[in-house]
C-alpha cells in the first residue's frame, strides 16, 4: 500500500478524462515541509501563521516573519505559498500578543463570535501591516497569496484592502523592493455571511477559499471543540453543501480562482463530490495528498456531476455520506 501511494506522487492529479485538480498542502509548522515534498502537494494552499504568535514570549517583529515565510516560500520551488493573516480567536492566548494588546475577549460567553480573524486584526493594524510587509519580502522569492481569515462582510474586506495597499505605498516610498505581480488578496468563505454573499465578495476579493471546518461549525451551531456535539459536526449535511455550492458558482461566476481548504478537502469520498460541484482545487494535511489524488484519478467528471445532482435530495448527512461511500465503492 505505502509504495502504491508513494508511486502516485509522481503521477498527475487529473480525473480519468484529463481534467487538472489542483491538490496543495495545509502547513501548520515549517517542521512539516518535507511532509509536503513527500506527498508530492503542488503548493500550500493554506498556512496557518498561528504558531509564529502562539508560544512567543516576543511579539515576531517583520525580520524574523519574513525570514519563515521565505523559507516556506523556497522549499516550494516555484509552487505558489498561500499565506493566511493571523487567525486569531477568542479562545486563543499568547504571552506576547497580550503584552501587545492583541487579545481577543476570552471571556466572552461566545469567543467563536466574539473579536477573532479579520476582525481583531482590523482593531490592531499595526499587526497586520508588521505581516503583510513580512509576506511581501518574502514573495520576492516565490509566488505567494494573502489569505484574509474569518471574514463575514465586503466591509472588512475592503478594509484590509486599503491596509494592504498603505503598506505597498509606504514600501516604495521607501524604496524597497517589492514583488511585481504583488501577490493577490483573498479571502477564506468560511461564515454563512461569506457564502451567501459571495457573490459581492468575489467582485472584492481576488480569489476565495472555502474553510468547511468553522463553515460547518457556525452553519451547524455545533462548536467544532466541543466533544459532547461532535457527533452533530457534519461537513457532509446538506446545508454546508449548499453554501460550498453557492460559493463555487458565485467564483466561477467572477471567474476568481476558489479553492477548499477545510478538513473536508482531506477526504476522499467527499471530493468527488465536490468535483461534481465545480471545484478543481483542494488543500489538505499533507498526509491525505496522495489517498486523495487516487480518488481523483479514478472517477470521471460526468460521474461525478450526477454524484452532486443526486446529493442535492438528500436530507441529511447520512443520506450524503451513503451516496458517497457506495459511489467510491461502486
Ligand atoms: C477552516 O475553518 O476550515 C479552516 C481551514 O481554517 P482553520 O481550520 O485554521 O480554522
Ligand atoms: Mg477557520
Redesign the pocket.
Known amino acids: 500500500e505505502q509504495q502504491r501511494l508513494g508511486r502516485l506522487r509522481r503521477l498527475p492529479a487529473q480525473l480519468l478524462g484529463g481534467e487538472a485538480v489542483e491538490l496543495q498542502a495545509?502547513l501548520e509548522l515549517p517542521a512539516e515541509l518535507p511532509l509536503v515534498a513527500q506527498a508530492g502537494a503542488a503548493g500550500i494552499g493554506?498556512l496557518?501563521t498561528e504558531f509564529l504568535f502562539i508560544n512567543a514570549d516576543i511579539m515576531p517583529d517583520e525580520a524574523a516573519q519574513a525570514a519563515t515565510y521565505r523559507a516556506v516560500v523556497d522549499a516550494m520551488g516555484g509552487d505558489c505559498t498561500t499565506i493566511r493573516l493571523l487567525?486569531w480567536g477568542g479562545e486563543k492566548q499568547s504571552e506576547a500578543l497580550g503584552a501587545a494588546g492583541f487579545t481577543a475577549g476570552g471571556g466572552d460567553l461566545n469567543p467563536a463570535l466574539g473579536l477573532r480573524g479579520i476582525r481583531l486584526l482590523l482593531q490592531h493594524p499595526a499587526v497586520m501591516e508588521t505581516q503583510i510587509a513580512a509576506i511581501l519580502r518574502a514573495a520576492l522569492g516565490g509566488p505567494v497569496r494573502i489569505l484574509l481569515p474569518m471574514v463575514t462582510t465586503v466591509s472588512e474586506f475592503r478594509e484590509a484592502r486599503a491596509v494592504y495597499d498603505r503598506v505597498v505605498r509606504r514600501l516604495r516610498r521607501k524604496g524597497i523592493r517589492l514583488p511585481d505581480p504583488l501577490p493577490p488578496l483573498g479571502a477564506?468563505v468560511?461564515t454563512p455571511a461569506a457564502a451567501i454573499g459571495a457573490e459581492a465578495l468575489a467582485l472584492e476579493a481576488q480569489f476565495l477559499a472555502i474553510?468547511?471546518?468553522?463553515?460547518t461549525m457556525y452553519t451547524l451551531a455545533v462548536d467544532r471543540a466541543a466533544s459532547e456535539v461532535s457527533r452533530l459536526f457534519e461537513p457532509l449535511h446538506p446545508a454546508v453543501l449548499r453554501l460550498i455550492g453557492m460559493t463555487t458558482d458565485a467564483a466561477l461566476r467572477s471567474r476568481r480562482p476558489v479553492s477548499v481548504?477545510?478538513?473536508i478537502a482531506g477526504n476522499p469520498l467527499a471530493v468527488p463530490l465536490l468535483m461534481g460541484m465545480g471545484l478543481r482545487s483542494f488543500s489538505m494535511n499533507a498526509s491525505a495528498v496522495p489517498r486523495v489524488k487516487q480518488a481523483v484519478r479514478g472517477v470521471s467528471l460526468d460521474d461525478c456531476r450526477r454524484l452532486a445532482r443526486r446529493v442535492l435530495d438528500e436530507a441529511d448527512a447520512d443520506g450524503v455520506s451513503r451516496l458517497v461511500t457506495a459511489f467510491a465503492a461502486r
Do not use: F, I, P
Not at 474553510?211 to 463553515?215: A, F, H, M, V
Open positions: 495545509n493554506l496557518r487567525d477564506m468560511e474553510g468547511t471546518n468553522d463553515l481548504c477545510g478538513e
